[in-house]
Protein backbone atom coordinates (compact mmCIF):
# COMPACT_ATOMS: atom_id res chain seq x y z
CA UNK A 1 0.00 0.00 0.00
CA UNK A 2 1.13 3.62 -0.81
CA UNK A 3 -0.19 5.52 1.90
CA UNK A 4 -3.89 3.61 1.78
CA UNK A 5 -3.90 4.02 -1.94
CA UNK A 6 -3.39 0.21 -3.28
CA UNK A 7 0.38 0.05 -5.19
CA UNK A 8 -1.19 -1.82 -7.76
CA UNK A 9 -4.15 1.09 -8.68
CA UNK A 10 -1.78 3.98 -8.88
CA UNK A 11 0.04 1.91 -11.30
CA UNK A 12 -2.97 0.81 -13.20
CA UNK A 13 -4.22 4.09 -13.56
CA UNK A 14 -0.38 5.55 -14.61
CA UNK A 15 -0.66 2.34 -17.41
CA UNK A 16 -4.09 3.56 -18.58
CA UNK A 17 -3.32 7.38 -18.79
CA UNK A 18 -2.74 8.68 -22.13
CA UNK A 19 -0.58 11.66 -21.62
CA UNK A 20 2.82 11.22 -20.63
CA UNK A 21 3.14 14.63 -18.40
CA UNK A 22 0.45 13.12 -15.70
CA UNK A 23 2.02 9.90 -15.82
CA UNK A 24 4.94 11.81 -14.98
CA UNK A 25 3.55 13.61 -12.49
CA UNK A 26 1.32 10.75 -10.46
CA UNK A 27 4.65 8.71 -10.28
CA UNK A 28 5.91 11.28 -8.37
CA UNK A 29 2.97 12.01 -5.31
CA UNK A 30 2.61 10.45 -2.23
CA UNK A 31 1.43 10.87 0.97
CA UNK A 32 -2.12 12.37 1.62
CA UNK A 33 -1.85 14.36 -1.68
CA UNK A 34 -2.25 10.58 -3.08
CA UNK A 35 -4.76 9.29 -1.02
CA UNK A 36 -6.97 12.33 -1.99
CA UNK A 37 -6.45 11.73 -5.72
CA UNK A 38 -7.80 8.76 -5.83
CA UNK A 39 -10.37 9.21 -2.85
CA UNK A 40 -13.36 9.38 -5.60
CA UNK A 41 -13.51 9.97 -8.78
CA UNK A 42 -14.02 13.58 -9.81
CA UNK A 43 -18.25 13.73 -9.84
CA UNK A 44 -20.15 13.92 -12.93
CA UNK A 45 -22.31 17.24 -11.32
CA UNK A 46 -23.80 20.04 -12.50
CA UNK A 47 -23.48 20.63 -15.63
CA UNK A 48 -20.68 18.68 -15.80
CA UNK A 49 -16.93 17.92 -14.22
CA UNK A 50 -14.87 20.96 -11.83
CA UNK A 51 -11.99 20.60 -10.42
CA UNK A 52 -8.18 20.72 -9.80
CA UNK A 53 -5.90 20.32 -12.72
CA UNK A 54 -3.89 17.40 -11.42
CA UNK A 55 -3.06 13.64 -12.14
CA UNK A 56 -5.38 11.40 -10.80
CA UNK A 57 -8.57 10.29 -11.34
CA UNK A 58 -9.85 13.17 -8.61
CA UNK A 59 -8.20 15.96 -11.17
CA UNK A 60 -9.00 17.49 -13.84
CA UNK A 61 -6.52 16.09 -16.92
CA UNK A 62 -6.75 14.75 -20.36
CA UNK A 63 -7.43 10.85 -18.98
CA UNK A 64 -10.21 12.11 -16.86
CA UNK A 65 -11.76 14.35 -19.92
CA UNK A 66 -10.85 11.71 -22.50
CA UNK A 67 -13.23 9.17 -20.76
CA UNK A 68 -15.89 11.82 -19.58
CA UNK A 69 -15.97 12.33 -23.71
CA UNK A 70 -16.36 8.52 -24.03
CA UNK A 71 -19.69 8.47 -21.48
CA UNK A 72 -21.66 11.72 -23.17
CA UNK A 73 -20.97 9.84 -26.67
CA UNK A 74 -22.12 6.84 -25.53
CA UNK A 75 -25.11 8.30 -23.53
CA UNK A 76 -26.04 10.60 -27.41
CA UNK A 77 -25.82 7.55 -29.23
CA UNK A 78 -28.34 5.58 -26.86
CA UNK A 79 -30.68 8.31 -27.25
CA UNK A 80 -30.99 8.51 -31.18
CA UNK A 81 -28.47 11.34 -31.93
CA UNK A 82 -25.59 9.50 -33.84
CA UNK A 83 -23.92 11.44 -36.29
CA UNK A 84 -25.05 14.66 -35.00
CA UNK A 85 -23.35 18.15 -34.87
CA UNK A 86 -21.07 18.67 -31.44
CA UNK A 87 -19.60 22.06 -30.15
CA UNK A 88 -16.27 22.17 -28.61
CA UNK A 89 -14.99 25.29 -27.32
CA UNK A 90 -12.83 26.22 -24.21
CA UNK A 91 -11.19 29.04 -21.93
CA UNK A 92 -7.63 30.00 -21.41
CA UNK A 93 -7.02 27.98 -18.09
CA UNK A 94 -4.09 25.64 -17.82
CA UNK A 95 -4.99 22.41 -19.26
CA UNK A 96 -7.78 24.04 -21.63
CA UNK A 97 -6.39 23.35 -24.55
CA UNK A 98 -5.31 19.78 -25.07
CA UNK A 99 -8.65 18.78 -22.79
CA UNK A 100 -10.73 20.57 -25.82
CA UNK A 101 -8.24 18.49 -28.40
CA UNK A 102 -8.80 15.00 -26.47
CA UNK A 103 -12.80 15.95 -26.16
CA UNK A 104 -13.21 17.03 -30.22
CA UNK A 105 -10.98 13.97 -30.84
CA UNK A 106 -13.17 11.44 -29.13
CA UNK A 107 -16.29 12.68 -30.24
CA UNK A 108 -14.84 12.27 -33.60
CA UNK A 109 -13.62 8.80 -33.42
CA UNK A 110 -17.08 8.01 -31.99
CA UNK A 111 -19.31 9.51 -35.62
CA UNK A 112 -20.12 12.49 -34.26
CA UNK A 113 -19.40 15.70 -36.31
CA UNK A 114 -17.59 17.95 -34.20
CA UNK A 115 -17.26 22.05 -34.40
CA UNK A 116 -14.41 23.12 -32.64
CA UNK A 117 -14.50 26.83 -31.76
CA UNK A 118 -11.28 28.12 -33.54
CA UNK A 119 -9.82 30.16 -30.26
CA UNK A 120 -10.25 30.37 -26.64
CA UNK A 121 -13.46 31.97 -26.07
CA UNK A 122 -16.33 32.60 -23.50
CA UNK A 123 -18.97 29.91 -22.46
CA UNK A 124 -22.45 31.71 -24.47
CA UNK A 125 -20.46 31.32 -27.30
CA UNK A 126 -20.78 27.29 -27.40
CA UNK A 127 -24.47 27.71 -25.80
CA UNK A 128 -25.36 30.02 -28.62
CA UNK A 129 -23.66 27.68 -31.64
CA UNK A 130 -25.75 24.82 -30.32
CA UNK A 131 -28.90 26.33 -30.84
CA UNK A 132 -27.83 28.28 -34.00
CA UNK A 133 -26.31 25.06 -35.40
CA UNK A 134 -29.29 22.76 -34.12
CA UNK A 135 -26.35 20.62 -32.39
CA UNK A 136 -27.06 17.66 -30.42
CA UNK A 137 -24.28 18.72 -27.49
CA UNK A 138 -22.02 21.36 -26.59
CA UNK A 139 -18.61 21.05 -24.90
CA UNK A 140 -16.95 23.98 -22.74
CA UNK A 141 -13.75 23.79 -21.43
CA UNK A 142 -13.78 25.82 -18.21
CA UNK A 143 -14.03 26.49 -14.46
CA UNK A 144 -15.48 29.86 -14.86
CA UNK A 145 -14.57 31.94 -11.91
CA UNK A 146 -13.34 29.46 -9.93
CA UNK A 147 -9.35 29.89 -8.83
CA UNK A 148 -6.34 29.71 -11.17
CA UNK A 149 -5.70 25.69 -10.45
CA UNK A 150 -8.97 24.44 -11.58
CA UNK A 151 -10.73 23.82 -15.05
CA UNK A 152 -14.13 22.08 -15.88
CA UNK A 153 -15.94 20.41 -18.52
CA UNK A 154 -19.26 22.28 -19.22
CA UNK A 155 -21.80 20.23 -20.87
CA UNK A 156 -25.31 21.40 -23.24
CA UNK A 157 -27.49 19.29 -24.30
CA UNK A 158 -29.66 20.08 -28.02
CA UNK A 159 -31.23 23.50 -27.70
CA UNK A 160 -28.23 24.75 -25.37
CA UNK A 161 -29.34 24.35 -22.28
CA UNK A 162 -27.43 22.78 -19.51
CA UNK A 163 -28.00 19.31 -18.67
CA UNK A 164 -30.15 18.12 -15.93
CA UNK A 165 -31.10 14.63 -13.90
CA UNK A 166 -31.24 11.89 -15.08
CA UNK A 167 -28.76 13.13 -18.05
CA UNK A 168 -26.22 13.88 -15.79
CA UNK A 169 -26.43 10.93 -13.54
CA UNK A 170 -26.82 8.49 -16.64
CA UNK A 171 -23.60 10.24 -18.39
CA UNK A 172 -22.05 9.74 -14.99
CA UNK A 173 -22.88 5.54 -15.40
CA UNK A 174 -21.63 5.40 -18.41
CA UNK A 175 -18.66 7.51 -18.37
CA UNK A 176 -17.90 5.06 -15.31
CA UNK A 177 -18.30 2.08 -17.62
CA UNK A 178 -16.17 3.52 -20.22
CA UNK A 179 -12.63 1.86 -21.25
CA UNK A 180 -9.37 2.91 -19.68
CA UNK A 181 -8.68 6.50 -21.20
CA UNK A 182 -5.54 4.81 -23.07
CA UNK A 183 -8.35 2.59 -24.63
CA UNK A 184 -10.55 4.68 -26.27
CA UNK A 185 -10.73 5.70 -29.39
CA UNK A 186 -9.21 9.07 -30.64
CA UNK A 187 -9.09 10.44 -34.26
CA UNK A 188 -7.80 14.10 -35.90
CA UNK A 189 -10.86 16.53 -36.39
CA UNK A 190 -11.79 17.56 -39.84
CA UNK A 191 -12.05 21.48 -39.84
CA UNK A 192 -16.05 22.34 -40.43
CA UNK A 193 -16.28 25.66 -41.76
CA UNK A 194 -19.42 26.81 -39.68
CA UNK A 195 -16.75 26.85 -36.98
CA UNK A 196 -15.66 29.99 -38.99
CA UNK A 197 -18.79 31.71 -38.42
CA UNK A 198 -19.69 31.46 -34.73
CA UNK A 199 -18.29 34.51 -33.72
CA UNK A 200 -19.48 36.58 -36.26
CA UNK A 201 -22.90 34.97 -36.16
CA UNK A 202 -22.97 35.81 -32.41
CA UNK A 203 -22.08 39.36 -32.45
CA UNK A 204 -24.56 39.80 -34.93
CA UNK A 205 -27.36 38.77 -32.91
CA UNK A 206 -26.69 40.80 -30.09
CA UNK A 207 -26.85 43.37 -33.09
CA UNK A 208 -30.55 41.99 -33.55
CA UNK A 209 -31.52 41.99 -29.97
CA UNK A 210 -30.21 45.29 -29.00
CA UNK A 211 -29.80 47.61 -32.39
CA UNK A 212 -27.37 50.06 -32.22
CA UNK A 213 -27.47 53.09 -30.00
CA UNK A 214 -27.11 56.39 -32.54
CA UNK A 215 -24.92 59.43 -30.91
CA UNK A 216 -24.17 57.81 -27.73
CA UNK A 217 -21.67 59.69 -25.12
CA UNK A 218 -21.98 57.07 -22.74
CA UNK A 219 -18.50 56.09 -21.36
CA UNK A 220 -17.92 52.25 -20.21
CA UNK A 221 -15.02 51.11 -17.79
CA UNK A 222 -14.41 47.61 -18.62
CA UNK A 223 -12.81 44.38 -17.41
CA UNK A 224 -12.73 40.54 -18.73
CA UNK A 225 -10.41 39.54 -15.14
CA UNK A 226 -7.92 37.98 -16.83
CA UNK A 227 -10.27 36.24 -19.20
CA UNK A 228 -11.58 35.44 -22.67
CA UNK A 229 -14.32 38.08 -22.94
CA UNK A 230 -11.69 41.28 -23.09
CA UNK A 231 -11.95 41.47 -26.98
CA UNK A 232 -15.38 40.26 -28.19
CA UNK A 233 -16.98 42.44 -25.44
CA UNK A 234 -15.24 45.77 -26.81
CA UNK A 235 -16.55 44.23 -30.34
CA UNK A 236 -20.05 43.47 -28.95
CA UNK A 237 -20.22 47.00 -27.74
CA UNK A 238 -18.96 49.05 -30.51
CA UNK A 239 -21.76 47.58 -32.76
CA UNK A 240 -24.01 48.78 -30.44
CA UNK A 241 -22.91 52.16 -30.91
CA UNK A 242 -20.79 52.38 -27.41
CA UNK A 243 -17.08 52.98 -28.57
CA UNK A 244 -15.86 54.97 -25.46
CA UNK A 245 -14.77 51.76 -24.02
CA UNK A 246 -11.87 52.28 -21.16
CA UNK A 247 -10.28 48.52 -20.57
CA UNK A 248 -8.29 47.43 -17.37
CA UNK A 249 -4.82 47.00 -19.28
CA UNK A 250 -3.81 44.59 -16.56
CA UNK A 251 -6.60 42.33 -17.04
CA UNK A 252 -7.39 42.86 -20.51
CA UNK A 253 -5.47 39.61 -21.84
CA UNK A 254 -6.03 36.47 -21.04
CA UNK A 255 -3.89 34.96 -18.60
CA UNK A 256 -4.40 31.58 -16.56
CA UNK A 257 -2.78 32.79 -13.22
CA UNK A 258 -4.87 35.69 -12.86
CA UNK A 259 -2.43 37.64 -10.98
CA UNK A 260 -3.91 40.94 -9.97
CA UNK A 261 -6.79 39.35 -8.17
CA UNK A 262 -6.87 36.61 -5.33
CA UNK A 263 -10.02 34.89 -6.51
CA UNK A 264 -11.19 35.66 -10.30
CA UNK A 265 -14.96 36.56 -9.35
CA UNK A 266 -16.39 40.15 -9.93
CA UNK A 267 -18.83 39.03 -6.96
CA UNK A 268 -14.87 38.63 -4.36
CA UNK A 269 -14.35 41.94 -2.61
CA UNK A 270 -11.51 43.71 -3.77
CA UNK A 271 -11.65 41.95 -7.75
CA UNK A 272 -13.37 45.32 -8.87
CA UNK A 273 -11.06 47.28 -7.00
CA UNK A 274 -9.02 48.20 -10.73
CA UNK A 275 -11.85 48.63 -12.58
CA UNK A 276 -13.91 50.79 -10.11
CA UNK A 277 -10.22 52.89 -10.22
CA UNK A 278 -10.38 53.14 -13.90
CA UNK A 279 -14.47 54.25 -14.08
CA UNK A 280 -13.29 56.83 -11.44
CA UNK A 281 -9.96 58.23 -13.20
CA UNK A 282 -12.02 58.21 -16.29
CA UNK A 283 -15.43 59.75 -15.08
CA UNK A 284 -17.17 56.86 -16.53
CA UNK A 285 -20.71 56.22 -16.44
CA UNK A 286 -20.70 52.37 -15.89
CA UNK A 287 -18.29 49.89 -15.04
CA UNK A 288 -18.68 46.62 -16.46
CA UNK A 289 -16.96 43.58 -15.24
CA UNK A 290 -16.62 39.90 -16.80
CA UNK A 291 -15.71 36.54 -14.63
CA UNK A 292 -12.99 34.52 -16.73
CA UNK A 293 -15.21 32.55 -19.53
CA UNK A 294 -17.25 35.42 -19.96
CA UNK A 295 -20.85 33.75 -18.81
CA UNK A 296 -21.55 36.04 -15.59
CA UNK A 297 -21.50 39.90 -15.82
CA UNK A 298 -21.24 42.72 -13.02
CA UNK A 299 -22.07 46.39 -12.77
CA UNK A 300 -20.78 49.09 -10.89
CA UNK A 301 -21.91 52.77 -10.96
CA UNK A 302 -21.76 56.18 -8.70
CA UNK A 303 -24.04 55.13 -5.67
CA UNK A 304 -24.76 58.43 -3.92
CA UNK A 305 -21.63 59.99 -5.31
CA UNK A 306 -19.42 56.86 -4.68
CA UNK A 307 -18.40 54.15 -7.06
CA UNK A 308 -19.36 49.96 -5.92
CA UNK A 309 -20.77 47.12 -7.72
CA UNK A 310 -24.10 46.38 -8.00
CA UNK A 311 -24.91 43.00 -6.38
CA UNK A 312 -26.53 40.13 -8.56
CA UNK A 313 -30.26 40.92 -7.08
CA UNK A 314 -30.24 44.85 -8.11
CA UNK A 315 -28.63 44.30 -11.44
CA UNK A 316 -31.82 41.56 -11.82
CA UNK A 317 -34.26 44.02 -10.93
CA UNK A 318 -33.05 46.92 -13.53
CA UNK A 319 -32.53 44.28 -16.42
CA UNK A 320 -35.61 42.63 -15.51
CA UNK A 321 -37.30 46.02 -15.63
CA UNK A 322 -35.61 47.01 -18.72
CA UNK A 323 -36.30 44.32 -20.78
CA UNK A 324 -40.35 43.73 -19.98
CA UNK A 325 -40.84 47.65 -20.51
CA UNK A 326 -38.79 47.34 -24.38
CA UNK A 327 -41.17 45.74 -25.91
CA UNK A 328 -40.47 42.12 -25.05
CA UNK A 329 -44.01 40.70 -25.42
CA UNK A 330 -44.61 36.76 -25.63
CA UNK A 331 -45.29 35.23 -28.33
CA UNK A 332 -48.83 34.77 -29.35
CA UNK A 333 -50.16 37.45 -27.09
CA UNK A 334 -48.81 35.21 -24.50
CA UNK A 335 -47.29 36.73 -21.14
CA UNK A 336 -43.89 36.76 -21.41
CA UNK A 337 -41.98 35.08 -18.52
CA UNK A 338 -39.35 36.20 -16.38
CA UNK A 339 -37.72 33.97 -13.86
CA UNK A 340 -35.21 34.12 -10.57
CA UNK A 341 -34.38 31.73 -8.09
CA UNK A 342 -35.79 30.87 -4.52
CA UNK A 343 -32.55 32.46 -2.94
CA UNK A 344 -32.66 35.77 -5.24
CA UNK A 345 -34.73 38.81 -4.49
CA UNK A 346 -38.12 38.92 -4.31
CA UNK A 347 -38.35 42.00 -6.71
CA UNK A 348 -38.51 40.70 -9.94
CA UNK A 349 -41.71 39.31 -9.27
CA UNK A 350 -43.28 42.46 -8.54
CA UNK A 351 -41.90 44.15 -11.28
CA UNK A 352 -43.50 41.09 -13.62
CA UNK A 353 -46.66 40.99 -11.77
CA UNK A 354 -46.92 45.13 -12.44
CA UNK A 355 -45.78 45.02 -16.41
CA UNK A 356 -48.36 41.32 -16.87
CA UNK A 357 -45.40 39.23 -16.91
CA UNK A 358 -45.80 35.87 -15.58
CA UNK A 359 -42.69 35.32 -13.33
CA UNK A 360 -41.68 31.37 -12.43
CA UNK A 361 -39.19 30.62 -9.00
CA UNK A 362 -36.50 28.00 -9.64
CA UNK A 363 -34.04 25.86 -8.00
CA UNK A 364 -30.94 27.79 -8.37
CA UNK A 365 -28.45 27.24 -11.42
CA UNK A 366 -28.95 28.09 -14.88
CA UNK A 367 -30.22 24.98 -15.90
CA UNK A 368 -33.62 25.28 -14.10
CA UNK A 369 -33.85 29.05 -15.06
CA UNK A 370 -33.56 28.47 -19.10
CA UNK A 371 -36.52 25.61 -18.26
CA UNK A 372 -39.12 28.03 -16.33
CA UNK A 373 -42.09 28.46 -19.14
CA UNK A 374 -42.50 29.81 -22.39
CA UNK A 375 -42.01 32.13 -23.83
CA UNK A 376 -38.73 33.41 -21.57
CA UNK A 377 -37.82 36.52 -22.23
CA UNK A 378 -35.08 37.02 -18.91
CA UNK A 379 -33.90 34.79 -16.42
CA UNK A 380 -31.23 35.87 -13.42
CA UNK A 381 -29.74 34.70 -10.20
CA UNK A 382 -27.89 36.88 -7.41
CA UNK A 383 -24.58 34.95 -8.57
CA UNK A 384 -24.72 37.60 -11.33
CA UNK A 385 -25.46 35.66 -13.69
CA UNK A 386 -28.06 37.04 -16.54
CA UNK A 387 -29.92 35.59 -19.13
CA UNK A 388 -30.95 38.71 -21.50
CA UNK A 389 -31.74 36.78 -24.60
CA UNK A 390 -32.90 33.43 -23.76
CA UNK A 391 -33.71 32.90 -27.87
CA UNK A 392 -30.13 32.50 -28.30
CA UNK A 393 -28.73 31.40 -25.53
CA UNK A 394 -30.35 29.38 -22.55
CA UNK A 395 -27.38 30.39 -20.36
CA UNK A 396 -26.06 33.04 -18.49
CA UNK A 397 -24.63 35.24 -20.91
CA UNK A 398 -22.12 38.34 -19.73
CA UNK A 399 -21.36 39.20 -22.82
CA UNK A 400 -25.22 40.07 -24.32
CA UNK A 401 -25.79 41.36 -20.85
CA UNK A 402 -23.15 43.76 -20.71
CA UNK A 403 -24.58 45.14 -23.89
CA UNK A 404 -27.94 45.53 -22.17
CA UNK A 405 -26.67 47.26 -19.57
CA UNK A 406 -25.04 49.91 -21.64
CA UNK A 407 -27.80 50.48 -23.40
CA UNK A 408 -30.37 50.82 -19.99
CA UNK A 409 -27.23 53.12 -18.72
CA UNK A 410 -27.67 55.41 -22.12
CA UNK A 411 -31.14 55.83 -22.11
CA UNK A 412 -30.63 56.87 -17.83
CA UNK A 413 -27.97 59.53 -19.41
CA UNK A 414 -30.11 60.72 -21.91
CA UNK A 415 -32.91 61.00 -19.28
CA UNK A 416 -30.51 63.58 -16.88
CA UNK A 417 -30.29 60.61 -14.46
CA UNK A 418 -28.02 57.75 -13.51
CA UNK A 419 -28.46 53.66 -12.92
CA UNK A 420 -28.83 54.43 -9.19
CA UNK A 421 -31.39 57.00 -9.57
CA UNK A 422 -33.33 54.06 -11.88
CA UNK A 423 -33.16 51.64 -8.84
CA UNK A 424 -34.28 53.66 -6.60
CA UNK A 425 -37.28 54.39 -8.71
CA UNK A 426 -37.87 50.88 -8.39
CA UNK A 427 -37.79 51.01 -5.14
CA UNK A 428 -40.51 53.58 -5.23
CA UNK A 429 -42.82 51.81 -7.28
CA UNK A 430 -42.59 48.38 -5.31
CA UNK A 431 -40.51 48.80 -2.38
CA UNK A 432 -36.70 48.84 -0.93
CA UNK A 433 -35.22 45.17 -1.25
CA UNK A 434 -32.45 44.99 0.36
CA UNK A 435 -30.33 41.73 -0.09
CA UNK A 436 -26.71 40.48 1.64
CA UNK A 437 -25.36 37.18 2.00
CA UNK A 438 -23.98 35.30 5.53
CA UNK A 439 -22.05 32.05 5.16
CA UNK A 440 -20.75 29.80 7.53
CA UNK A 441 -17.30 28.02 6.39
CA UNK A 442 -16.43 24.79 8.26
CA UNK A 443 -13.83 22.53 8.41
CA UNK A 444 -15.93 19.44 9.37
CA UNK A 445 -18.73 19.21 6.66
CA UNK A 446 -21.12 17.19 9.84
CA UNK A 447 -21.59 21.03 11.48
CA UNK A 448 -23.52 21.93 7.97
CA UNK A 449 -25.71 19.12 8.39
CA UNK A 450 -25.97 19.88 12.29
CA UNK A 451 -26.55 23.08 11.68
CA UNK A 452 -29.77 22.54 9.07
CA UNK A 453 -31.02 20.18 11.42
CA UNK A 454 -31.15 22.67 14.22
CA UNK A 455 -32.94 24.95 11.74
CA UNK A 456 -35.30 22.05 10.86
CA UNK A 457 -36.08 21.37 15.01
CA UNK A 458 -35.56 24.35 17.02
CA UNK A 459 -35.66 27.78 14.21
CA UNK A 460 -34.88 31.17 16.00
CA UNK A 461 -38.32 32.61 16.57
CA UNK A 462 -37.27 36.37 15.66
CA UNK A 463 -34.75 38.08 13.59
CA UNK A 464 -34.34 42.12 13.56
CA UNK A 465 -37.41 41.82 16.10
CA UNK A 466 -39.53 40.61 13.66
CA UNK A 467 -41.31 37.28 14.04
CA UNK A 468 -40.55 34.85 12.08
CA UNK A 469 -42.14 31.20 10.97
CA UNK A 470 -39.57 28.63 9.50
CA UNK A 471 -40.62 26.38 6.07
CA UNK A 472 -38.84 22.68 5.15
CA UNK A 473 -38.30 23.18 1.46
CA UNK A 474 -37.04 19.08 1.83
CA UNK A 475 -40.92 18.54 3.03
CA UNK A 476 -42.23 20.20 -0.46
CA UNK A 477 -43.98 18.07 -3.22
CA UNK A 478 -43.42 20.45 -5.91
CA UNK A 479 -40.69 21.55 -8.09
CA UNK A 480 -38.73 23.25 -5.84
CA UNK A 481 -38.08 20.27 -3.48
CA UNK A 482 -34.51 20.47 -2.23
CA UNK A 483 -32.43 21.04 1.43
CA UNK A 484 -33.22 24.62 2.30
CA UNK A 485 -34.98 26.74 5.40
CA UNK A 486 -36.78 29.27 4.88
CA UNK A 487 -37.53 31.89 7.62
CA UNK A 488 -39.83 34.43 6.98
CA UNK A 489 -41.88 37.38 9.16
CA UNK A 490 -44.03 40.49 9.13
CA UNK A 491 -43.90 43.50 11.16
CA UNK A 492 -46.98 45.24 12.04
CA UNK A 493 -45.32 48.04 9.61
CA UNK A 494 -45.37 46.07 6.65
CA UNK A 495 -41.31 45.48 6.97
CA UNK A 496 -40.04 42.42 6.25
CA UNK A 497 -37.71 39.83 6.43
CA UNK A 498 -36.55 36.60 4.80
CA UNK A 499 -34.18 34.22 5.11
CA UNK A 500 -32.93 31.30 2.88
CA UNK A 501 -31.12 28.78 4.30
CA UNK A 502 -29.16 26.23 2.16
CA UNK A 503 -25.65 24.25 2.34
CA UNK A 504 -23.36 25.27 -0.59
CA UNK A 505 -23.22 22.88 -3.61
CA UNK A 506 -19.43 23.76 -4.23
CA UNK A 507 -17.97 24.52 -1.25
CA UNK A 508 -17.79 23.41 2.75
CA UNK A 509 -20.31 26.53 3.81
CA UNK A 510 -23.79 27.38 4.85
CA UNK A 511 -25.03 29.86 2.81
CA UNK A 512 -27.72 31.86 4.40
CA UNK A 513 -29.40 34.49 1.95
CA UNK A 514 -31.11 37.63 3.48
CA UNK A 515 -33.81 40.14 2.31
CA UNK A 516 -35.42 42.78 4.47
CA UNK A 517 -38.25 44.77 1.94
CA UNK A 518 -41.10 47.66 2.65
CA UNK A 519 -43.84 47.90 1.27
CA UNK A 520 -44.24 50.88 -1.49
CA UNK A 521 -46.11 53.24 1.51
CA UNK A 522 -44.19 51.97 3.91
CA UNK A 523 -43.98 54.88 7.58
CA UNK A 524 -41.48 54.20 9.54
CA UNK A 525 -42.35 53.32 13.11
CA UNK A 526 -42.16 56.05 16.34
CA UNK A 527 -38.78 53.74 17.10
CA UNK A 528 -36.82 54.47 14.47
CA UNK A 529 -37.05 58.43 14.48
CA UNK A 530 -33.93 58.97 13.34
CA UNK A 531 -35.00 57.39 9.98
CA UNK A 532 -37.22 59.14 7.41
CA UNK A 533 -40.66 60.02 8.54
CA UNK A 534 -42.52 58.88 4.77
CA UNK A 535 -41.40 55.69 2.54
CA UNK A 536 -41.20 58.42 -0.52
CA UNK A 537 -39.62 61.39 1.15
CA UNK A 538 -35.96 59.92 1.60
CA UNK A 539 -35.36 56.80 -0.31
CA UNK A 540 -31.55 56.61 0.25
CA UNK A 541 -32.21 56.62 3.93
CA UNK A 542 -34.45 53.56 3.80
CA UNK A 543 -31.94 51.68 1.72
CA UNK A 544 -29.70 52.65 4.60
CA UNK A 545 -31.88 51.43 7.55
CA UNK A 546 -32.40 47.78 5.68
CA UNK A 547 -28.94 47.76 4.56
CA UNK A 548 -28.01 47.97 8.92
CA UNK A 549 -31.09 45.40 9.52
CA UNK A 550 -29.41 43.09 6.94
CA UNK A 551 -26.05 43.27 9.05
CA UNK A 552 -28.07 42.73 12.13
CA UNK A 553 -29.77 39.77 10.81
CA UNK A 554 -26.59 38.06 9.78
CA UNK A 555 -24.83 38.83 13.22
CA UNK A 556 -28.25 37.20 14.62
CA UNK A 557 -27.67 34.28 12.76
CA UNK A 558 -23.71 33.92 13.10
CA UNK A 559 -24.90 34.05 17.05
CA UNK A 560 -27.13 31.79 16.70
CA UNK A 561 -24.26 29.11 14.93
CA UNK A 562 -22.65 29.47 17.78
CA UNK A 563 -25.51 28.66 20.39
Same mark, same amino acid.
Given at each position: ??????????????????????????????????????????????????????????????????????? =???? !??????? @? %???? #???? *? /?? &??????????????????????????????????????????????????????????????????????????????????????????????????????????????????????????? =???? !??????? @? %???? #???? *? /?? &???????????????????????????????????????????????????????????????????????????????????????????????????????????????????????????????????????????????????VDPDAVRDKDGIS????????????????????????????????????????????????????????????????????????????????????IALRGVAGDGMSV??????????????????????????????????????????????????????????????????
Amino acid at each position: MSDGVADERVAAWIAADPDPATRAELTAVAGTDLAERFAAPLRFGTAGLRGPVRAGPNGMNVAVVTRATAG =LAAW !LIEHGHS @G %GSVV #VGRD *A /RH &GSEPFAAASAQVLAAAGFRVVVVPAPGPTPLVAFACRHLDAVAGVQITASHNPPGDNGYKVYLAGGAQIVPPADGEIEELIAASPDAVDIPRQPVVHDPRADEIVGRYLERIGKRFPTVADTS =LRIA !LTPMHGV @G %GAIA #VDAL *A /RA &GFTDVHVVDEQFQPDPDFPTVDFPNPEEAGASDLLLALAEEVDADIAIALDPDADRCAVGTRVEGTWRMLTGDETGALLGSFILSDGAAGHDGEPPVVASTLVSSSLLEKIATRAGAHHVTTLTGFKWLVRAGEPLRYAYEEAIGHCVDPDAVRDKDGISAAVALAVLADRCRRDGRGVAHLLLELYETHGVHVTRQHSVRVDDTTVIASLMERLRTAPPSTLADIAVTAEDYARRSDSLRTNLIALRGVAGDGMSVRVMARPSGTEPKLKYYIEMTTPPDFVVSATQSAAPTTYGADTRALVHLLDDLTLRVAAELAEYGRT
